[in-house]
C-alpha cells in the first residue's frame, strides 16, 4: 500500500527538533555570556565530554527530559535579563556580576547556577521572573 505524506511533514520527530533548537539557543547564550566548556557541561548537566561536543557540533538530536528542563531555565533567565536590562551588555554581564541579594549571598547567579542542580536555575528564574513583577 502506498502511503502518501503531507509535503510539511518530516522524518525528525517534534522532541528532536525542540531539542536542536534549543541547543542552538543554549550555545548562543553561553558565548554571549563568555562560559567555558567546563561551565556549559555543569549548566547541561554534566554531560560526559564526547555527548557535550556531539551535542555542540550537531546541535541536534534527542536530549534527554532534565537537559531539556534545564536549557528551559536557562532560555528563561535569558529572557528576563533581556527585559530587566535591556542594554545587552548589561544583561549579559549581570550573570557574573556579584549579586547582594540574600539568594545569592554577595556570589554572582552564575555561581548559584553552577551548583550543578536543576533547582539552581529554578532559583534564579523565579528569583528574575520576581523582580519582573
Not at 503531507?6 to 522532541?15: C, K, L, N, R, W
Not at 563568555?34 to 561536543?53: D, E, H, I, K, M
Amino acid at each position: 500500500m502506498l502511503t502518501l505524506k503531507h509535503p510539511a511533514t518530516t522524518d525528525t520527530p517534534p522532541e528532536a527538533a525542540l531539542a536542536g533548537a534549543g541547543l542552538r539557543a543554549f550555545f548562543r547564550i553561553a558565548e554571549r555570556w563568555g562560559l567555558s566548556t567546563a561551565q556549559q557541561r555543569v549548566l547541561l548537566g554534566n554531560p560526559p565530554p564526547s555527548t557535550y561536543f556531539k551535542w555542540k557540533k550537531q546541535q541536534a538530536g534527542n536530549l534527554p527530559r532534565d537537559v531539556l528542563e534545564r536549557i528551559s531555565y536557562i532560555l528563561g533567565i535569558y529572557k528576563a535579563l533581556e527585559i530587566l536590562l535591556p542594554d545587552p551588555a548589561r544583561a549579559d554581564g549581570w550573570i557574573k556580576a556579584h549579586n547582594a541579594a540574600p539568594l545569592f549571598g554577595g556570589r554572582s547567579a552564575l555561581e548559584r547556577m553552577l551548583g550543578g542542580n536543576v533547582s539552581d536555575l529554578y532559583v534564579v528564574r523565579q528569583y528574575l521572573d520576581a523582580q519582573r513583577g
